[in-house]
C-alpha cells in the first residue's frame, strides 16, 4: 500500500475540558476519498482544523499527530504549517464567496495565492490555465470580482486554487451543502474527476451520507466528538453492526432497506 498523504494518530481537541473531536487513527492515500460523516457538533469541522494546523494558537487544545508529507503539522511551527496548507493540503470551504476577498478580481486572488508559494511569471500562468480548465472553468474569469460569479463558481474556483498550488490532498468542509443540488453534483464530479484524473486525494467532511456514499472509498462516522465506526465504504455501507451507522443509513431511503 502507498505511504499515506495524511496521517492522523491519537488526535484530541479540548475547548476546557471538554473533548469536541478525538480521532485514534485517519489515513488518506493518493487518489482515495475518506469521508467524515456525522451530525451537527459531532467534531467534523473541528478535525479539519486540527488537520490543517489551524488551531495551533488558538483556545484549542491539541494533543496528537497528524503528518503531513512527512511532517507533523501540529509542530512544524507557524511559518512551515503555512507552507504545508496549500502545497501539501489544500482547504476548501462551505462557501467561498464569504472566505474571497470582495475587493480584489478572482485573477488576482488566484495569484497571490501563488506568490505566496514562491509561484509567479509565466508558471503562475501555465498553473492558472490549466487549473482553471480542471475544473471546467472559462479562463475569463479571472476578470470577474466574487460577487460577479454564482456559488457554484466560485466552490470551483476554490478548488481550481487547490489544483494550482499542486495540493496533491484537498480537504472540503460541507464544499456542496451551500449549493443547489444539480450545482452540487457539478462541484462534486469536478472533485471525482481531479481524482481520477490527477489522483488527488480527497478528505470530505459531510452530514449528507447519501452524497458520501457516491464518492469515499473510506467513511469515517463520527458523534459527539468520537468516531463510532470506520471502515471503507462497502463494510460501512452494507455490513456495519455499529447501531448509531445502522440509525444513519436507515434516516436515507436509497441506502437503508433491507439487508
Ligand atoms: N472555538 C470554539 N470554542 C468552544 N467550542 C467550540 C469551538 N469550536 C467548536 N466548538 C464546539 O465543538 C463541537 C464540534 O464542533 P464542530 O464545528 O467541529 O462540529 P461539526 O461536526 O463541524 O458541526 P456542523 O455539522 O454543524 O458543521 C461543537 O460542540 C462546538 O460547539
Ligand atoms: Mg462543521
Same mark, same amino acid.
Given at each position: ?8 494518530? #491519537? ?7 471538554? &473533548? ?42 491539541? !494533543?496528537?499527530?497528524?503528518? +503531513?508529507?512527512?511532517?507533523? +503539522? %501540529? *509542530?512544524?511551527? !507557524? /511559518?512551515?504549517?503555512?507552507? %504545508? ?19 480584489? *478580481?478572482?485573477? *488576482?486572488?488566484? #495569484? ?10 509565466? !508558471? ?5 490555465? !490549466?487549473?482553471? #480548465? ?17 456559488? @457554484? ?15 496533491? $490532498? ?16 457539478? &462541484? ?10 490527477? @489522483? ?6 459531510? /452530514? ?6 457516491? $464518492?469515499?472509498? /473510506? +467513511? ?6 468520537? $468516531?463510532?465506526?470506520?471502515? #471503507? ?8 453492526? $455499529?447501531?448509531?451507522? *445502522?440509525?444513519? %443509513? ?10
Amino acid at each position: 500500500m502507498t505511504a499515506p498523504l495524511v496521517s492522523v494518530r #491519537d488526535l484530541v481537541v479540548r475547548y476546557g475540558d471538554r &473533548v469536541v473531536s478525538a480521532v485514534p487513527e485517519l489515513d488518506v492515500r493518493p487518489g482515495q476519498c475518506v469521508a467524515v460523516v456525522g451530525e451537527s457538533g459531532s467534531g467534523k469541522s473541528t478535525l479539519l482544523l486540527a488537520v490543517l494546523g489551524l488551531l495551533t494558537g488558538t483556545a484549542a487544545r491539541v !494533543e496528537g499527530s497528524v503528518l +503531513i508529507g512527512g511532517t507533523d +503539522i %501540529l *509542530r512544524a511551527g !507557524e /511559518h512551515a504549517a503555512r507552507d %504545508l496548507r496549500g502545497s501539501a493540503i489544500s482547504l476548501v470551504l462551505q462557501s467561498p464567496q464569504g472566505s474571497l476577498n470582495p475587493t480584489m *478580481r478572482l485573477g *488576482r486572488l488566484l #495569484d497571490l495565492a501563488l506568490r505566496r508559494h514562491g509561484i509567479r511569471g509565466a !508558471e503562475a500562468r501555465s498553473r492558472t490555465t !490549466e487549473a482553471l #480548465d480542471a475544473v471546467r472553468l472559462p479562463a475569463d474569469i479571472v476578470r470577474r470580482y466574487p460577487h460577479q460569479v454564482s456559488g @457554484g463558481q466560485a466552490q470551483r474556483f476554490a478548488i481550481a486554487t487547490a489544483v494550482a498550488l499542486g495540493a496533491p $490532498v484537498i480537504a472540503a468542509d460541507e464544499p456542496t451543502s451551500a449549493l443547489d443540488v444539480t450545482v452540487q453534483a457539478e &462541484v462534486m464530479g469536478v472533485l471525482d474527476r481531479l481524482r481520477r484524473e490527477q @489522483g488527488t486525494a480527497l478528505l470530505f467532511v459531510s /452530514h449528507d451520507l447519501a452524497l458520501v456514499s457516491t $464518492v469515499a472509498d /473510506h +467513511i469515517v462516522v463520527m458523534k459527539d466528538g468520537a $468516531v463510532l465506526d470506520a471502515g #471503507d465504504v462497502d463494510h460501512v455501507l452494507h455490513r456495519s453492526t $455499529v447501531p448509531y451507522t *445502522r440509525a444513519l %443509513l436507515d434516516a436515507v431511503p436509497t441506502l437503508g432497506g433491507p439487508r
